[in-house]
């Protein structure tokens, strides 16, 4: 592997100084900047512009327990019950017990949560959940609602800047190995050094032929801790949502519909119109995303088709255009009325459960490097995410992470003397690389997986990249091609490691 994407000497590129380095400006790296001391000089750097983040997409909520029915223990079960039993129980614990305080300070930053008609907060069930916990803004609008306060909140801040259209290309470690800045390219290379960097990227989406992830979501992050020395975890479990929109013609996923869908009532039918998940688990259309997912898939391939549906059609059009304003505009463009029709969907990559492995202060195994939301893995989705437990966890090991860097008291490690050396051959034709990695990860590292598709894969991405290592990658595409590339082989990787079918991570051969 490539210690170092960059390609240029160190003397050659302009320094900027900050106390704090986060990359990415989601939930987890805006909740994070926004709780630093304001004595702390902070830049958020973000790949594009700032609502192009993963959580401004976010529709079904916030899971946390504000319920009188609920119990913290409860959300915990719920929690270790869908991660498939390898979770980690003590840093799920931590989340679940700080959710509602995360709420409230959400609502002290103005963000709107629904509330019902006697003025209490409107709380939805989704998949796996035993009790309704999962808190909304603007119907099926949680995540821009979000974002839009944070980003009102956070340039109230005097000590942090945010940095658009900056492309982290490394994380730079001193002679001891600690981290002590980033390189990050906009037109050309520039180092910005700290004493603490975040590495909040989110996770790996377009890795994948069919994902609900923004274009910006390729896992460079991950790649860069990683070459840095960081220790990466559960890579194996990727997350496919059971129902994304589908094209039936054109073969292509179109949007997310949200598990609240189903939680308001919503049954998945099979292409002869039956309904399927009746007996194939307790909580039936409300399983388990990776036991939904899976059935799909298998309906899918018996019946020859490239999607199920989905029936909301005992819900009146004033309920669906109300309660998912913007499902129900997308689905009307797709030319489907929800109250009457039935919706086509099929299974597509969503979430990454993998990623950074961090402590209970979002600390990687790198000194003054951490990481938060998804890009980290914290492992307190083991095996298998509960819906809508990610913006909670960016939030709860957001402040986590600004809580340890606040009180840290970490000497600033010298910037290395040694430049990488300089590749000379021609650059990459990004494109067709690109759309090779997303088929091989598609085909072969989806829902169901075995040993001979996997190492076929893993072949053809050791081919892309013994290519790549010896490139000029000068620019965003191409060093995010490489990424992508190297984020499948660990993938791939931990994936033949594990041959036992657990959660998410599905084996047909085991
Ligand atoms: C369609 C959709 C619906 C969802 N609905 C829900 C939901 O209802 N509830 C729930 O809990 N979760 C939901 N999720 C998951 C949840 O939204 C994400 O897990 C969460 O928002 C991740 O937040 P984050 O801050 O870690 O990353 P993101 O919000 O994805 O932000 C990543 C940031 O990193 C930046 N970045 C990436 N690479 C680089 C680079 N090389 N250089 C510089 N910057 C970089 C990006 O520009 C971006 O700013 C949903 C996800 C999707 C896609």
């Known amino acids: 592997m490539r210690r170092y994407l960059f390609q240029k000497d160190f003397q050659d590129m302009p320094m900027v100084q900050y106390d704090v380095v986060i990359v990415g400006g989601g939930l987890a790296g805006l909740y994070t900047a926004l709780q630093l001391n304001e004595g702390l000089s902070c830049a958020v750097l973000v790949k594009d512009r700032l609502n192009t983040c993963n959580t401004s997409l976010a529709q079904g909520g916030v899971a946390a327990v504000v319920e009188p029915e609920d119990e913290t223990r409860l959300h915990l079960e719920d929690t270790l019950k869908a991660a498939a039993g390898i979770a980690d129980k003590e840093l799920a614990r931590l989340m679940v017990e700080q959710g509602p305080k995360e709420i409230d300070r959400l609502v002290s930053l103005g963000v709107p949560f629904d509330k019902n008609p006697e003025g209490k907060w409107h709380t939805t069930k989704e998949g796996a959940h035993t009790r309704k916990r999962v808190l909304h803004c603007g119907g099926d609008a949680t995540g821009r609602l979000i974002m839009d306060r944070l980003k009102t909140a956070v340039a109230e801040k005097p000590n942090v800047e945010i940095l658009e259209n900056r492309f982290l290309v490394d994380v730079l470690t001193g002679e001891n190995g600690r981290a002590c800045g980033v390189v ?215 402040s986590q992470c600004a809580r340890h860097i606040n009180t840290e008291k970490s000497s600033k490690e010298v910037l290395p003397g040694i430049s990488p050396s300089h590749k000379t051959i021609s650059p990459v034709d990004t494109e067709s690389i690109e759309k090779k990695i997303r088929n091989l990860m598609q085909d072969y590292a989806g829902i169901v997986r075995n040993e001979k598709g996997l190492q076929r894969a893993l072949s053809g991405l050791h081919g892309i990249l013994k290519d790549l290592e010896v490139r000029d990658l000068r620019h965003g595409q191409p060093m995010e091609v490489y990424n992508m590339a190297f984020v499948g082989k660990e993938i791939i990787n931990a994936a033949l490691k594990r041959k036992q079918s657990t959660g998410a991570h599905y084996r047909d051969d085991s």
């Not at 029709?341 to 000194?367: K, W």
């Open 184 to 398: 990050a390219f906009e037109n050309d290379y520039c180092i910005l050094s700290a004493k603490a960097m975040v590495i909040c990227t989110g996770g790996i989406g377009r890795v994948y032929r069919h994902t609900t992830n923004r274009h910006s979501i390729t896992g460079d992050g991950i790649a860069a801790a990683a070459r840095a020395g960081a220790t990466l975890k559960h890579m194996e479990f990727v997350q496919f949502h059971p129902t994304a929109f589908m094209d039936t013609e054109s073969g292509k996923t179109r949007f997310l519909i949200s598990e609240a869908v189903r939680g308001e009532g919503g049954i998945l039918r099979n292409p002869s119109g039956n309904p399927f998940m009746e007996g194939r688990h307790e909580l039936k259309d409300l399983a388990p995303r990776d036991v939904v997912a899976r059935e799909i898939f298998l309906e899918m391939k018996k019946a020859g088709t490239n999607h199920v549906f989905l029936d909301i059609t005992t819900r009146s059009k004033n309920f669906l255009s109300k309660r998912f304003p913007t499902i129900y505009r997308n689905c009307l463009e797709q030319g489907v009325h929800m109250e009457q029709d039935l919706i086509p969907v099929a299974p597509v990559q969503h979430y990454f459960m993998g990623g950074i492995e961090t402590n209970r202060y979002g600390q990687t195994s790198v000194e003054n490097l951490y990481a938060a939301g998804e890009a980290a893995c914290t492992g307190v989705h083991g095996a298998n995410r509960l819906a809508s437990n990610s913006l909670l966890e960016c939030l709860v090991f957001g």
